[in-house]
Every structure is written in C-alpha cells, then in structure tokens.
C-alpha cells in the first residue's frame, strides 16, 4: 500500500519561501511519477509539478515556473517542493500525489494522494 506523507506547510509572508516534503513508502517508485496540486478554497485541484522518479525528468505549472523546484532524495523516498518568492495566490492546500507510468498534469490520473499540508501566505 502506498502511502505519502507531506509536511512543511505553514504561514509564510509574501516573497518569502517554504519547503515542503512528501515521504513516500509501500512500494519500490522506479516506475513512478511524483507531483504535487494544490487547491484552494472553492477552487479545483490544480496541478504545480511532476518529476519522474527515475529519470528526475520535471514538468512545472507556467504560473509557478521559475520559483518552484520539484525534486527528489532516492535513498529517503522523499520528493519535495522548494517554494520561493511566494504571492498570496499560492495560498492553497498543497497534495503529494503518485501514479506509476506515464506522467500528466491532470489530478484524475494519480492513484495515490496525501492527506495535504496547508499553505497560507500573507501580503
């Protein structure tokens, strides 16, 4: 059973930075694709980035391009989000998510989620 665990959210003042970790455990991920959505209130899921977890291949949303870094630790089954120059509309709950084969920007195709981490971010 897979199963991802985020943490690192927090409050955060505009233009300031937050990482945020997903441990992943269950499986062997070779063949996964890591990523991580967002959403806010009254808003739909939304994604923000991918990474393959062999290749370390990435894929970012244009709004967060350029202040977003996905990665991975391989030995710690970890992914992470590094966050910077955040803007009041980052403001969601941030979701781990996982799916093994092809990657994509679309929440339905990831099998496996996390339970979110609340990012709030103040201007």
């Known amino acids: 059973q897979v199963q991802l665990v985020e943490s690192g959210g927090g409050l955060v003042q505009a233009g300031g930075s937050l990482r945020l970790s997903c441990a992943a455990s269950g499986r062997t991920f070779s063949s996964y694709v890591m990523a991580w959505f967002r959403q806010a209130p009254g808003k739909e899921r939304e994604f923000v980035a991918y990474i393959r977890w062999s290749s370390g291949s990435t894929d970012y949303a244009d709004s967060v391009k350029g202040r977003f870094t996905i990665s991975r630790d391989l030995p710690k089954n970890t992914v992470y989000l590094q966050m910077n120059s955040l803007k009041p509309e980052d403001t969601a709950v941030y979701y781990c998510?996982?799916?093994?084969?092809?990657?994509?920007?679309?929440?339905?195709?990831?099998?496996?989620w996390g339970q979110g981490t609340p990012v709030t971010v103040s201007s």
């Open positions: 998510a996982a799916r093994q084969g092809g990657s994509g920007q679309y929440y339905r195709i990831y099998n496996y």
